[in-house]
């Protein structure tokens, strides 16, 4: 069985039930997902399931909850999202019949199944559930997240992960370490952006392209053309505006040299805009092979005097 972050790939009517398909649920002890309605001054989930409401005892609604090693935080933050559960049977609440659900015990199989299955290398659809200014924290199965730290976001350098990412952002990563004694996972995002071959493949000498400004140096300016390929702009602030650019800014760059040997892309800046821009920059193409594992991935062209190597 693969499991999926939670409300991943799942049309909304899906999340509606009749009883009967919750009964097969309950019978075959079979996942369902549904969103969350509220959480209430319990701190119970209550769910949205079409035929019935669901209520999930706090103790229920996250893994960790039980032995204290979770705050309470983890369910409030449920609501509003879709979230998986099992059904464990029904009660009777101010008249009516709600379902009992428990997020906890699916949370649980699909950690033990992925500290049991996943390794090092191993490409995996993940859901960015939120950002630190260190890292970017994905859920990778049914709520269970993984950690991707700043500098394996993508090759081009970043101030901030949410330069890279965004919150319900979908994407893939790469399992970098299962640290299975703390039922850890570390992930990774830059090695599935390309090579710098496949990346400079979209680039030739005397293009004008735009690109996003990352840093400001006094002697010019990182613009990244994709997220794992960026280049070194001369500035002449005299020549554009009596302003130097913002980092999270759009430029617009003359090619003038590509340097494969030295990994290194000479531009020109023509112009740029007075703030961040982002929109279609947070999405991605990815460089998955069929297997969806990676042993190791070569960044760097044959030719480079430098060796940029990831090996899992």
Same mark, same amino acid.
């Given at each position: 069985?693969?499991?999926?972050?939670?409300? $991943?790939?799942?049309?909304?009517?899906?999340?509606? +039930?009749? $009883?009967?398909?919750?009964?097969?649920?309950?019978?075959?002890?079979?996942?369902?997902?549904?969103?969350?309605?509220?959480?209430?001054?319990?701190?119970?989930?209550?769910?949205?399931?079409?035929?019935?409401?669901?209520?999930?005892?706090?103790?229920?609604?996250?893994?960790?909850?039980?032995?204290?090693?979770?705050?309470?935080?983890?369910?409030?933050?449920?609501?509003?999202?879709?979230?998986?559960?099992?059904?464990?049977?029904?009660?009777?609440?101010?008249?009516?019949?709600?379902?009992?659900?428990?997020?906890?015990?699916?949370?649980?199989?699909?950690?033990? +199944?992925?500290?049991?299955?996943?390794?090092?290398?191993?490409?995996?659809?993940?859901?960015?559930?939120?950002?630190?200014?260190?890292?970017? $924290?994905?859920?990778?199965?049914?709520?269970?997240?993984?950690?991707?730290?700043?500098?394996?976001?993508?090759?081009?350098?970043?101030?901030?992960?949410?330069?890279?990412? $965004?919150?319900?952002?979908?994407?893939?990563?790469?399992?970098?370490?299962?640290?299975?004694?703390?039922?850890?996972?570390?992930?990774?995002?830059?090695?599935?952006?390309?090579?710098?071959?496949?990346?400079?493949?979209?680039?030739?000498?005397?293009?004008?392209?735009?690109?996003?400004?990352?840093?400001?140096?006094?002697?010019?300016?990182?613009?990244?053309?994709?997220?794992?390929?960026?280049?070194?702009?001369?500035?002449?602030?005299?020549?554009?505006?009596?302003?130097?650019?913002?980092?999270?800014?759009?430029?617009?760059?003359?090619?003038?040299?590509?340097?494969?040997?030295?990994?290194?892309?000479?531009?020109?800046?023509?112009?740029?805009?007075?703030?961040?821009?982002?929109?279609?920059?947070?999405?991605?193409?990815?460089?998955?092979?069929?297997?969806?594992?990676?042993?190791?991935?070569? +960044?760097?062209?044959?030719?480079?005097?430098?060796?940029?190597?990831?090996?899992?």
């Amino acid at each position: 069985m693969k499991y999926l972050p939670e409300g $991943f790939g799942i049309s909304e009517n899906q999340y509606l +039930y009749t $009883f009967a398909s919750l009964e097969q649920a309950r019978v075959q002890r079979k996942m369902i997902e549904a969103r969350v309605l509220m959480c209430d001054s319990s701190h119970n989930l209550i769910v949205e399931l079409g035929c019935m409401k669901g209520i999930v005892p706090r103790v229920c609604a996250a893994y960790g909850i039980k032995d204290g090693s979770v705050r309470d935080i983890a369910i409030l933050s449920r609501t509003g999202k879709i979230c998986c559960f099992y059904v464990d049977g029904y009660e009777t609440r101010n008249g009516e019949r709600v379902a009992v659900l428990n997020r906890e015990s699916v949370m649980r199989d699909a950690l033990n +199944y992925m500290i049991r299955n996943l390794r090092a290398g191993d490409v995996v659809d993940a859901k960015i559930t939120h950002i630190e200014r260190f890292g970017a $924290f994905a859920d990778i199965g049914c709520g269970n997240v993984g950690l991707i730290n700043i500098e394996n976001c993508s090759v081009s350098r970043i101030a901030h992960p949410a330069d890279r990412f $965004f919150c319900g952002q979908r994407i893939k990563a790469v399992i970098k370490e299962v640290d299975k004694s703390l039922c850890r996972f570390t992930l990774s995002h830059k090695e599935l952006l390309g090579t710098w071959d496949d990346n400079i493949s979209g680039f030739a000498v005397g293009q004008t392209v735009s690109g996003i400004v990352r840093s400001v140096m006094d002697y010019g300016v990182f613009v990244e053309l994709t997220p794992n390929l960026s280049g070194l702009a001369e500035l002449h602030t005299e020549d554009i505006c009596p302003m130097l650019p913002v980092p999270g800014a759009q430029a617009t760059v003359y090619i003038k040299s590509i340097i494969p040997e030295k990994m290194k892309i000479k531009l020109n800046m023509i112009d740029f805009t007075d703030g961040a821009v982002v929109g279609d920059r947070l999405k991605y193409r990815y460089y998955v092979p069929p297997c969806e594992h990676i042993d190791s991935f070569v +960044y760097s062209p044959k030719c480079s005097e430098k060796s940029v190597v990831t090996v899992f």
